[in-house]
């Protein structure tokens, strides 16, 4: 799969607001622009619900339409409801990934981003070697999830989020499902001092998940706490090995990298289309109107090179004021990882030129291979030399 931003742009200038069919059947409205996206991420006529959403897509796709993970229970946690559901839900994990919650969280990422860079030396793939393991590794430990188990629910991950078979989807959704199952009994009868055992027993206000919303609340927090950290860690390094003008000036200054990490989730964010959507009602956008009952695709992307509210947005510049960019989505479904994933990409991306001073891209930047995902935005893989 190939760089999406060539073609985004061009539907930006050409037809903002489209109907496509995704590689699984399902005919869409994706919408490209910012004023467009923004508005649309917020807009009370716009709904998430997993269970009718599913119902929508049994009805409406061809025979190899999408895996149905309503019935594995893994789609009922926030990301797919609506108030007052997703009010309750997230109440009940914002406490676990606060700013200052996630700060403390500092010397331990730093401790396990210092023990990937001592494996490291001469040629190596960032991604397998640094991009990966981070992430996994920290959200994993937050949840109490065990060393051995990790490899195999980055695989499954990998897989879900991917256009591939869907037979090997299904049996990957299956698989997920019952380890999160045991995994929870596992923490319910025995509780440590992790968040997973925080969530068995979470209670706001005599509230508690039931053992569907358990199970899809964990999938969520591994899924989306480990994707989009692994792909804004490479696609930072693959912006730098692109820009050396920029690469130069944030290793004089490293207090540029916060900034470097905004300019990153705008530039070349970490997901591609919001998840799914759909239309409660008739909407105009851009002189188009949807009707009720479709469903819509927001291109983050897109919305983030959209000249209308980033000027010169094909330009990588590291201090640039990225204040709107929608990376991490924006409303009540704004990331509730955001803060985590921040951190990890600065001390990763910040470590990593701290210990060497040379990184080379190996072969043509051309070459590079963008993961077969609507979802999720980054390269499968990142050959580097260091020195």
Same mark, same amino acid.
């Given at each position: 799969m190939q760089d999406p931003h060539g073609a985004l742009a061009l539907m930006r200038a050409e037809g903002p607001v489209r109907q496509v069919v995704t590689p699984r059947g399902l005919t869409v409205w994706l919408v490209t622009r910012y004023a467009d996206v923004r508005a649309l991420l917020s807009d009370p006529r716009v709904a998430k619900d997993a269970k009718r959403a599913q119902e929508m897509i049994t009805r409406n796709v061809t025979a190899t339409g999408p895996v149905d993970v309503t019935a594995q229970g893994l789609n009922a946690h926030m990301l797919n409801s609506d108030p007052p559901d997703h009010t309750r839900l997230r109440k009940l994990v914002n406490k676990a990934f606060t700013s200052g919650v996630v700060s403390r969280l500092r010397p331990r990422v730093e401790q396990i981003t210092d023990?990937?860079?001592? +494996?490291?030396?001469?040629?190596?793939?960032?991604?397998?070697?640094?991009?990966?393991?981070?992430?996994?590794?920290?959200?994993?430990?937050?949840?109490?999830?065990?060393?051995?188990?990790r490899d195999q629910f980055g695989a499954w991950s990998n897989?879900?989020?991917?256009?591939?078979?869907?037979?090997?989807?299904?049996? +990957?959704?299956g698989a997920m499902a019952n380890f999160l199952v045991q995994l929870i009994e596992r923490k319910r009868e025995n509780p440590t001092d992790d968040l997973m055992s925080a969530l068995v027993h979470? &209670?706001?206000?005599?509230?508690?998940?039931?053992?569907?919303?358990? *199970? +899809?609340?964990?999938?969520?927090?591994?899924?989306?706490?480990y994707e989009t950290t692994v792909n804004l860690i490479g696609n930072s390094v693959l912006a730098l090995l692109r820009h050396p003008d920029q690469l130069k000036a944030l290793r004089a200054d490293l207090s540029l990298l916060p900034n470097m990490v905004e300019e990153v989730l705008r530039y070349d964010?970490?997901?591609?289309?919001?998840?799914?959507?759909?239309?409660?009602?008739?909407?105009?956008?851009?002189?188009?109107?949807?009707?009720?009952?479709e469903f819509l695709f927001l291109s983050l992307l897109s919305a983030n090179r959209d000249a209308e509210r980033f000027p010169d947005p094909e330009a990588f510049d590291i201090t640039r004021q990225t204040n709107g960019h929608v990376a991490f989505g924006h409303? *009540?479904?704004?990331?509730?990882?955001?803060?985590?994933?921040?951190?990890?990409?600065?001390?990763?991306?910040?470590?990593?030129?701290?210990?060497?001073?040379? *990184?080379?891209?190996?072969?043509?930047?051309?070459?590079?291979?963008?993961?077969?995902?609507?979802?999720?935005?980054?390269?499968? &893989?990142?050959?580097?030399r260091l020195s």
């Amino acid at each position: 799969m190939q760089d999406p931003h060539g073609a985004l742009a061009l539907m930006r200038a050409e037809g903002p607001v489209r109907q496509v069919v995704t590689p699984r059947g399902l005919t869409v409205w994706l919408v490209t622009r910012y004023a467009d996206v923004r508005a649309l991420l917020s807009d009370p006529r716009v709904a998430k619900d997993a269970k009718r959403a599913q119902e929508m897509i049994t009805r409406n796709v061809t025979a190899t339409g999408p895996v149905d993970v309503t019935a594995q229970g893994l789609n009922a946690h926030m990301l797919n409801s609506d108030p007052p559901d997703h009010t309750r839900l997230r109440k009940l994990v914002n406490k676990a990934f606060t700013s200052g919650v996630v700060s403390r969280l500092r010397p331990r990422v730093e401790q396990i981003t210092d023990e990937l860079l001592d +494996a490291m030396s001469g040629e190596v793939d960032l991604m397998k070697a640094l991009a990966f393991p981070l992430p996994i590794t920290v959200i994993s430990e937050l949840l109490g999830v065990e060393l051995e188990d990790r490899d195999q629910f980055g695989a499954w991950s990998n897989l879900l989020l991917s256009q591939g078979d869907s037979a090997a989807i299904s049996e +990957a959704v299956g698989a997920m499902a019952n380890f999160l199952v045991q995994l929870i009994e596992r923490k319910r009868e025995n509780p440590t001092d992790d968040l997973m055992s925080a969530l068995v027993h979470a &209670s706001e206000e005599g509230d508690r998940l039931s053992p569907e919303e358990l *199970i +899809a609340m964990v999938f969520l927090l591994l899924v989306a706490g480990y994707e989009t950290t692994v792909n804004l860690i490479g696609n930072s390094v693959l912006a730098l090995l692109r820009h050396p003008d920029q690469l130069k000036a944030l290793r004089a200054d490293l207090s540029l990298l916060p900034n470097m990490v905004e300019e990153v989730l705008r530039y070349d964010g970490s997901i591609n289309i919001a998840t799914l959507r759909f239309t409660k009602e008739p909407i105009e956008v851009s002189g188009v109107e949807i009707p009720a009952g479709e469903f819509l695709f927001l291109s983050l992307l897109s919305a983030n090179r959209d000249a209308e509210r980033f000027p010169d947005p094909e330009a990588f510049d590291i201090t640039r004021q990225t204040n709107g960019h929608v990376a991490f989505g924006h409303g *009540i479904h704004y990331c509730v990882g955001a803060p985590l994933a921040r951190l990890e990409a600065e001390i990763a991306i910040g470590k990593l030129l701290d210990r060497f001073d040379g *990184i080379e891209l190996l072969g043509e930047t051309g070459s590079l291979r963008f993961r077969e995902s609507l979802l999720v935005h980054g390269v499968e &893989s990142l050959p580097v030399r260091l020195s």
